[in-house]
């Protein structure tokens, strides 16, 4: 590297720093077109969840005013209604087909993702039928032609709603996904800037400087031999001034090439040096944002998490506790499974002179709105067979039919389409009778024989249900021995999904599960239950509530 400088220094020197600053200012450039890119992106990621999150507003708004259209009391208001709904329809709908097919009219350029692609596959019959159903309401003249194109809005609109969240999570998680692989080529290139200085500093700088020290020698030995010819040649003071001359030229201009190089090196040294810095401020400044933000939402999700924990202790406060009803029976267990913190499944027990009730309820739906549907059970519950003395089974649950349908209704301005699935049976130790009676839940009996007679009860739900159906709670009556068992349960063990085909546990496994282990003590047969589901469930979510009530007579 030396001889190669030291046969022409002017052009060497330009060439290995033209080299040099090339190399940092394409990673100078690198940066920046990265960082603009990540901009860019953000702006389009921006307003991509800006549009996803508001169409949980629009979907909301279409059920609201649906609703009000089918309450409409006159013409005028009919017809103002549907125009504020033909709007909203009209956003909504063309805000789901620029969110799915990322328009460019709607400044969405750019392709979902594959994960997105199919949510958005998946949320599409949800969204079919709102519209359609939309649709059919705009076409509707009168407000009596539209009650069943409302229900079916409002059947789709939860759905709709918790997909339309996962989506909007979805793009979120993707633009942070973005931010880290955008932060880590960052990081690759400040790494690979700060090589290029090093090896640049060690490659191309220091062999310079060497170069030049060993120039300045050469020069200097130069001048010491024309000082020798000097000396020899004292006859000629013409030509010892004009050497002397020539070193001192020389040795002024290698001064100043010296000098010149070492504030170039600082210079650029200095000036790269602020722009790595600049960048790390810029780096720090966001980790911090991000980092405010997520305990932000970490500390919101503890505070809803531990309210809702909370209610779980009131929850069992009200319904009772599980030995408290167990004690009551020769044997039992209570396999009680929440899909959430808090569940939509509730079991209830209440004991006269003569009689025993029990009862397993399933509310609609899961989580904090189910569960308060069970405190709203309970309530009436209580009213009915405590306070009103109702023993009958049928009559239990025709008159807690009509006052949940009541409470439900009759008092709110919207319709409500919760309600609740039954199993209850009233014991008569002394005549050693049990009658039962069922809301689309059965009861479970297994006699001396050891064999699972199933009663299935009634297809009709407390609560709410269709003007043309009549309902019809039938008892039937079951004479028992000490020994025998008998199990309520809701829906939740059997529509779990898994297995290897991944699909439903169903009700014949339920029993198949139960009577292979009748001869077990109930305890034993809970743990055995447990495990049965959970392989059974394997790595998939839960499905529903889960809730098995088991009793030895």
């Not at 069943?148 to 609109?157: D, P, Y």
């Not at 060497?210 to 006859?235: M, P, Q, W």
């Not at 067979?385 to 709110?412: A, C, F, G, H, T």
């Not at 130790?429 to 050891?450: L, S, T, W």
Request: aromatic residues 8%; glycine residues 4%; charged residues 25%.
């Amino acid at each position: 590297m030396n001889k190669y400088l030291l046969k022409n220094p002017k052009k060497r020197f330009t060439a290995s720093y033209v080299i040099a600053l090339s190399i940092i200012a394409l990673l100078s450039i690198a940066s920046q077109i990265v960082i603009r890119s990540v901009l860019n992106k953000q702006e389009k990621d921006a307003r991509v969840i800006n549009i996803s999150g508001r169409q949980r507003m629009l979907s909301q708004k279409i059920s609201k005013l649906a609703l009000q259209l089918d309450r409409a009391e006159d013409q005028t208001e009919f017809n103002t209604i549907k125009k504020e709904f033909a709007t909203i329809v009209d956003l909504w709908s063309s805000s789901h087909y620029g969110l799915r097919d990322r328009l460019p009219e709607m400044e969405l350029q750019g392709d979902n993702s594959a994960t997105i692609q199919k949510m958005f596959e998946g949320i599409a019959q949800n969204f079919d039928q709102m519209y359609e159903a939309s649709q059919s309401i705009l076409l509707a003249e009168e407000a009596y032609l539209i009650d069943s194109f409302v229900s079916q809005i409002l059947r789709n609109e939860g759905s709709f709603l918790k997909q339309m969240n996962t989506i909007t999570f979805q793009y979120d998680h993707e633009s942070t996904a973005r931010i880290q692989h955008v932060k880590l080529i960052e990081m690759i290139l400040l790494g690979i800037t700060l090589l290029s200085i090093f090896l640049e500093a060690f490659f191309i700088f220091r062999p310079a400087v060497s170069a030049v020290d060993k120039y300045l020698r050469e020069t200097i030995n130069r001048g010491l031999e024309l000082r020798e010819a000097h000396d020899n040649l004292l006859a000629s003071e013409e030509k010892k001034e004009s050497v002397e001359r020539e070193l001192y030229e020389q040795l002024e201009k290698n001064h100043e090439l010296q000098v010149n190089i070492n504030k170039d090196l600082e210079l650029k040294i200095n000036e790269r040096t602020r722009e790595i810095q600049d960048k790390n401020e810029e780096i720090l400044a966001q980790s911090n944002e991000l980092k405010s933000q997520n305990d932000l939402l970490a500390s919101a999700n503890q505070k809803v998490t531990d309210s809702i924990t909370y209610a779980t202790k009131l929850q069992y406060s009200i319904l009772g506790y599980r030995q408290d009803i167990l004690e009551n029976f020769k044997d039992g267990f209570i396999l009680n499974k929440p899909k959430d913190i808090i569940s939509g499944d509730f079991y209830w027990y209440y004991q006269t002179e003569e009689l025993r009730f029990l009862i397993v309820g399933d509310c609609t739906g899961h989580g904090v709105s189910a569960a308060f549907m069970t405190i709203i059970g309970n309530l009436l519950l209580n009213d009915v067979i405590v306070n009103q003395q109702i023993k009958s089974p049928n009559d239990i649950l025709n008159l807690l039919d009509m006052e949940l349908y009541s409470l439900m209704n009759l008092r709110n301005t919207q319709k409500v389409y919760d309600g609740m699935d039954l199993g209850i049976v009233v014991i008569n130790q002394d005549q050693r009778i049990i009658e039962f009676c069922g809301a689309k839940r059965p009861v479970y009996f297994v006699g001396k024989d050891n064999k699972i007679n199933k009663i299935a009860g009634s297809k009709s739900t407390i609560g709410y249900s269709s003007k043309n159906v009549k309902k019809n709670f039938e008892t039937e009556t079951i004479n028992y021995q000490t020994g025998d068992r008998l199990y309520l349960s809701s829906d939740g063990f059997q529509d779990q999904f898994g297995g290897n085909s991944n699909s439903k546990f169903m009700q014949n496994r339920l029993i198949e599960s139960l009577n292979r282990t009748m001869s077990y003590p109930m305890e034993k047969q809970k743990k055995v239950l447990e495990g049965v589901f959970d392989k059974w469930k394997g790595n998939n979510a839960q499905t529903d509530d889960v809730l098995i009530v088991g009793v030895e007579l």
